[in-house]
């Protein structure tokens, strides 16, 4: 067979959603989809099937997510909603100071100074523990194999790692980050796509953590060997903050959109971002989608929770302002207000981009999971520990080296955090869970999908593939190639600073999971963007 271009597709094609009543796992690689399914079919439930896929996820999608990131979920179980927060804290010897004293007058993106607490293994172990039916080590498996054995890379995933391997190529060049381009570019170059890629470090190191339910990583030969490269190198981790990490059951917050709960992780995470935007939007009357109007208050009231968002979020315990007040109708109502005919300028931060997975499980339990995990900017820090395939993350990035903004940097302390799983519920059922990765796309994405569902009865399917929007700074707002150019045309009569993407990943990869309240059957879309899969049966 002649070789092909993988990355040709000049035809416009339609994805259906995918139907089915006995299990369903979505996410953005098809590998990882069917492991999730096979986890069901072994008898596992949702949740098994989301700690299986989301495993598996730190192996075939490297570019986006990895064991040594951060993770959230939201858990629909015997008829409540509950929340795991699995994001780690900066290291406690860190500080302002320390990091001027490095000769940094701001939070680098790579190296040790960004690098936080890894809570996906513990949440892993968490959700095992608490909701799982299978043994830890049978529903690591699979991501075991995967790593050991190899997969074929995928086109998507091959376009994102020659990304990173090119920047990283001409800004990693210390010794300390040698360990990425052994475990990552073993052939002094990305994959190409079909091309076998594995590491069997990775594997080893997800069998240490299946054999001690992540005990290894916090307090044991893993937890050693992060922190002995952490103090070679100069880092702040130690193994003090490895053991001191607990993932955090909390309650999600949610807000009311005509009719239907929409929930969220509440701070350190960005959702209260989404929650608030949609709280400005209920007040409005939309009729049509494909309208200026619509696009216009959509985007204004994103700017409005952005500002709020980039001011107030942090460590919950760090703000000034409660997640209950910023939700309240009063305070929706005075936000309301400064939405205006033309684009304003709010006063808020400037989005930036990141690497994330997103995945949607459910089962013929009733069980259903949203679940996310991300090692922030792709492959995060640029740092891997030798002879484990473990990427650190670099949600540090985040900080604020402004003392008196409420997320400054400071020990022992969360970030405000990017990653956001969401979920819909109606009249105390569940509807399903649903998210848009993408850095600060996110709560952008989960409004538009809200709305598309809600306000213009979507399917999941077309709920997702539905042309977005992405608004970065000040005025101006980027919009994708299939958007509507009239519309585009008529925003720019509105102020607006409109520019035309052709790179369809840079708006997000969504995964959306309903279930029909009368037959139970469930109904999924999948990111069409990349390379998107619904296992189900």
């Known amino acids: 067979m002649k070789t092909l271009n993988h990355f040709n597709y000049p035809y416009p094609s339609t994805k259906n959603s995918a139907f089915a009543k006995n299990g369903m796992v979505a996410t953005s690689q098809p590998l990882a989809s069917q492991a999730g399914l096979d ?28 064991i040594g990131g951060d993770a959230f979920a939201l858990v629909w179980t015997k008829g409540k909603l509950h929340g795991l927060n699995g994001s780690g804290r900066s290291p406690e010897t860190i500080s302002i100071n320390s990091v001027k004293e490095s000769g940094h007058q701001e939070i680098p993106k790579y190296g040790w100074i960004p690098v936080t607490v890894p809570g996906v293994p513990d949440a892993w172990a968490e959700l095992s523990d608490k909701f799982g039916r299978l043994p830890f080590r049978d529903v690591l498996q699979p991501a075991i194999d995967y790593a ?37 570019a073993p052939k002094e170059r990305a994959p190409e796509p079909g091309e076998i890629w594995s590491s069997e470090n990775h594997a080893r190191t997800l069998e240490k953590i299946a054999e001690s339910n992540a005990g290894s990583f916090y ?8 922190s002995s490269f952490s103090k070679q190198n100069g880092g702040y981790l130690s193994a003090d903050d490895l053991a001191s990490h607990q993932s955090e059951w909390i309650e999600p917050i949610s807000v009311n959109y005509r009719g239907y709960d929409i929930w969220e992780i509440p701070p350190n995470g960005q959702g209260l ?53 910023l939700l309240s109708e009063e305070y929706a109502q005075y936000r309301r207000q400064l939405v ?19 995945l949607a499980a459910a089962d013929n339990e009733g069980n259903m999971v949203s679940f996310i995990q991300s090692n922030y900017m792709g492959f995060g820090s640029g740092l891997v520990v030798p002879g484990t395939g473990i990427a650190l993350q670099n949600r540090g990035h985040n900080f ?16 405000y955090h990017t990653i956001i799983p969401g979920f819909m519920s109606q009249g105390g059922q569940p509807v399903g869970p649903f998210g848009v990765m993408g850095g600060f796309m996110q709560p952008q994405g989960h409004v538009q999908v809200v709305m598309n569902t809600i306000d213009f009865d979507l399917t999941p399917q077309a709920a997702l593939d539905a042309p977005r929007w992405q608004w970065h700074k000040d005025r101006k707002v980027e919009v994708e190639n299939r958007f509507p150019h009239h519309i585009a045309q008529r925003l720019t009569e509105k102020m607006h600073d409109v520019t035309i993407q052709l790179e369809p990943n840079s708006f997000g990869r969504g995964q959306i999971i309903w ?12 990111e069409s963007r990349t390379d998107g899969a619904v296992s189900c049966w």
């Open 39 to 66: 986890i069901l079919k072994k008898g596992g439930n949702a949740i098994d099937a989301a700690i299986a896929t989301a495993a598996c996820l730190t192996v075939v999608e490297p570019t986006s997510n990895g």
């Open 148 to 184: 050991r054995n190899g997969f074929p890379v995928s086109p998507t995933l091959s376009k994102f790692w020659k990304k990173a391997f090119n920047v990283f190529r001409e800004n990693l060049t210390d010794d300390m980050f040698s360990e990425w381009f052994k475990t990552f």
């Open 219 to 226: 307090r044991g030969e893993l937890a050693d060997e992060i």
């Open 273 to 325: 971002v989404a929650l608030q935007a949609l709280n400005i939007l209920k007040g409005f009357e939309f009729n049509e989608k494909e309208s200026v109007d619509t696009y216009h208050k959509q985007i204004e009231a994103m700017k409005l929770a952005f500002a709020d968002g980039q001011a107030h979020i942090t460590d919950e315990k760090h703000m000034r302002f409660s997640p209950e007040f």
């Open 340 to 358: 205006e005919e033309t684009a304003q300028i709010p006063d808020a931060g400037e989005p930036a981009l990141s690497g994330t997975v997103y």
């Open 400 to 415: 604020s080296m402004d003392p008196d903004h409420v997320n400054t940097l400071a020990g022992g302390k969360r970030s």
């Open 515 to 526: 279930r029909d309240t009368e037959t139970g059957v469930l109904i999924g879309g999948t």
